[in-house]
């Protein structure tokens, strides 16, 4: 099963993230701080990173920030303030989800298990491709090998990147809403959280465009969503 590494101050807290996810299989590593979690990712090399955000000297943030030059594993951040700007931030570091305390240990496995089919689905030949190459423009996404390249430059992309990237690409020309989007990539409901869509898409834009302020492959449609073009 996959490893987990949750970084979580809270020391009860911290235990009951473990025996849960213990209980469905996983294994669990823990750190009670930034600093010595990002010891411990670095080591053990983690399928799925949890971390709390409000912690003592290396906060969630900072973590997030240094882990997204180091790995494309999804983290999922817990915390206790729900301004939506907080959340926003959060995404904009790297981010691949995030819990508001008190949560529902039922919701957390939920969050869990749909990041592990994602790194399923992008570990392997993604679901609706149409051959293990899709070439597009200056675009060439390998599906079988989680790999993009922009003009024959190697780009990295988080899973959760990947799969939009993916999508979108499968449906060029086609506009979706960002309540659609949510649905067919992130998987589950994720009401009044749309941002969610807008952040990641200015991650991919940042990555695919020549100039990600004027996009001619990631296109808003005005009042509606967003779609491929090629």
């Known amino acids: 099963m996959a490893k987990i590494a949750v ?20 294994t669990v590593v823990t750190a009670a701080d930034g600093s010595s979690g990002l010891e ?40 206790a303030r729900s301004e939506e700007i907080d959340k926003v931030l959060g ?18 496995l939920a969050r869990v298990k ?16 149409s051959g293990d190459i899709l070439r597009l423009g200056r675009l060439e996404l390998d599906t079988v090998r989680h790999r993009l390249t922009v003009s024959g430059q190697a780009m990295e992309l988080t899973p ?8 979108l690409m499968n449906n060029r020309g086609r506009v979706f809403s960002r309540d659609a989007l949510l649905d067919r990539v992130w998987g589950y409901d994720y009401p009044g959280e749309d941002r969610t869509v807008d952040v990641h898409i ?21 009042g ?3 779609k491929f073009e090629e």
Not at 160 to 167: N, P, V
């Open 7 to 26: 970084v979580e101050d809270d020391r009860t807290l911290a235990d009951l993230l473990k025996y849960n996810l213990s209980r469905e299989g996983f």
């Open 114 to 129: 749909a990041m592990l089919r994602r790194i399923e689905l992008t570990g392997g030949a993604a679901a609706g491709g």
């Open 40 to 79: 411990v990712i670095r080591r053990e090399k983690p399928d799925i990173i949890i971390t709390d955000v409000m912690m003592p000297g290396m906060d969630g943030f900072e973590l997030t920030r240094t882990l997204r030059a180091e790995t494309t594993a999804p983290v999922l951040l817990l915390t």
């Open 224 to 226: 509606v969503g967003y």
């Open 160 to 167: 959760r990147e990947f799969e939009l990237l993916h999508f």
């Open 91 to 108: 995404l904009e570091l790297g981010a691949d989800d995030y819990l508001t305390k008190p949560f529902s240990m039922r919701e957390l």
């Open 202 to 222: 200015r991650w991919l834009r940042q990555k695919i465009e020549a100039d990600p302020s004027q996009p001619v492959h990631l296109v808003t449609v005005r």
